[in-house]
């Protein structure tokens, strides 16, 4: 049977790391099997859903190289969600009740203080037809609960290992509200069931529905897929994340020039106790994928170590892989390789590369130190400059005149040199950005004018 892995987001906000962990993993998991992910969308909160998450839910696992396989909208499949529940009806696992919002947390309240579970008591399967019929009349609308059976419901968990639930232990779960709508739990195993999904992947908030899932995939003829619970990404202070606080999105991410690979890269291993290492490809993601090597333990989020590990990734282009975003900085066609060369090591995002272009092209203001030794080494600096055409072996052979002359080497000769010639006290090698700021305008910065 092929694989297939799905992801499941409301479109209620914009995706954050969390959620584009859940849907990498379900992408890797997919491939690493041969088989395909499905995009669900969500959507049945109509008040809370909007286009323009969907859009962006789309345009994010675009941004990641991970696009679904196959997608749908969940408020497509109304009528699935509504056929199912007429057959649980008609099997009898379906009951309907009356309690109000407030009875059933007054309810609750009572269980907690005299120290038992808050589990739904079934007082409404003890309602007889008259008492229902009379409950219609006063205008009361039923919502539906599926009746659980009392046993212990088990899964083998793709991450967390077996699991064992009770069923007397949890509430007859709402499958139809009061107003008609189908719930989250009638939808969702409705759409697995009749969609093919055979492996559902998501975060650790799920595994408390997951025997009741597991029921109602029974009740309605279908065997359950697999599961596996991921375990929770915080933030670097140790908190939640929420689509509604918008924290952590992966669309900032982006605006913040974070290389999707990068990303991909993090997210895949954060959590395991893998070394977190740039990659050629997504294919070596896959390659290397094992879900049981995530742990059972929240995994924080730090996004100044993923900064470092984009440094570490964006080393690893080749010109090629960097040609448009550079041009569009402003490096000439032809100078896009040794530019690259000279600055890749020194930035930690590609657009950075624009502050040392701006080095290289000017103009700069250079800083002149007015000190005997900096004003000596600047002096024979400008008397010796090399002829052009320049290379890499200009600059180490214009410093080895210079200390000859001078008698000044080390830190004395090249921080004058440096501050002059680029404004900065670091950057990248001299003798790689030498040959492209030029003679003309190495002329004038050692002299003290923009150029
Ligand atoms: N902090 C998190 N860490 C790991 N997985 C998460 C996290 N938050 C959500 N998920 C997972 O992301 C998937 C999409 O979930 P969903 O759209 O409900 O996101 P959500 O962030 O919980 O939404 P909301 O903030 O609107 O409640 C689910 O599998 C969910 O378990």
């Not at 109304?78 to 009898?92: I, N, P, Q, S, Y």
Request: hydrophobic share 45%; proline share 5%; charged share 25%.
């Amino acid at each position: 049977m092929t694989v297939k892995t799905r992801f499941a987001p409301s479109p209620t906000g914009r995706l954050h790391v969390g959620n584009a962990r859940t849907a990498l993993v379900n992408w890797l998991y997919a491939r690493a099997h041969g088989g395909v992910m499905q995009l669900r969308i969500d959507d049945t909160d109509r008040e809370r859903s909007r286009e323009d998450y969907v859009a962006g839910v789309l345009a994010d696992l675009d941004w990641l190289g991970i696009p679904a396989d196959e997608s749908f909208r969940q408020t497509e499949r109304a009528d699935r969600h509504a056929a199912a529940f007429e057959r649980l009806v008609a099997c009898g696992r379906l009951y309907p009740c009356y309690e109000t919002p407030e009875e059933l947390s007054a309810r609750r309240a009572a269980q907690l203080a005299a120290g038992r579970p808050p589990v739904y008591d079934r007082a409404a399967l003890a309602l007889s037809d008259a008492d229902r019929a009379a409950l219609e009349a006063e205008g009361h609308r039923p919502h539906w609960r599926f009746r659980l059976d009392d046993r212990e419901t088990s899964w083998e968990d793709l991450v967390r290992g077996r699991i064992d639930v009770h069923a007397g232990s949890l509430s007859d779960p709402v499958l139809i509200r009061a107003d008609g709508a189908s719930t989250y739990t009638l939808a969702t195993v409705v759409d697995d069931a009749e969609t093919g999904v055979t492996h559902v992947i998501r975060g650790e908030d799920h595994i408390t529905n997951t025997a009741a899932q597991i029921q109602l995939f029974h009740a309605l003829g279908a065997a359950e897929p697999h599961f596996g619970h991921l375990a929770w990404l915080l933030d670097a202070g140790g908190a939640g994340l929420s689509k509604r606080v918008g924290s952590l999105a992966v669309a900032e991410l982006r605006e913040d020039g974070m290389e999707p690979l990068a990303v991909a890269a993090f997210l895949a291993r954060l959590g395991t106790s893998d070394a977190i290492e740039p990659v050629a490809g997504l294919d070596e993601l896959v390659a290397s994928f094992d879900i049981s090597r995530f742990g059972r333990a929240a995994a924080r989020f730090d996004p100044a170590d993923l900064v470092q590990l984009n440094a570490r990734q964006i080393r690893r282009l080749d010109a090629e892989g960097v040609r448009a975003p550079l041009v569009g900085l402003g490096v000439p066609d032809e100078l896009v390789a040794p530019f690259w060369d000279a600055v890749s090591g020194n930035i930690e995002r590609i657009a950075e590369a624009g502050r040392w272009w701006q080095v290289v092209a000017g103009p700069v203001t250079p800083v002149i130190e007015v000190d005997e030794t900096s004003q000596a080494v600047l002096a024979a600096a400008r008397d010796t400059l090399p002829p052009e055409p320049w290379d890499e072996t200009t600059w180490s052979a214009w410093t080895r005149g210079i200390q000859g002359l001078t008698g000044v080497k080390g830190r004395g000769l090249f921080r004058p040199l440096r501050l002059a010639l680029t404004a900065a006290e670091h950057g990248p090698e001299l003798k790689k950005l030498l040959p492209m700021i030029g003679a003309a305008r190495a002329a004038a910065r050692l002299s003290g004018q923009d150029a």
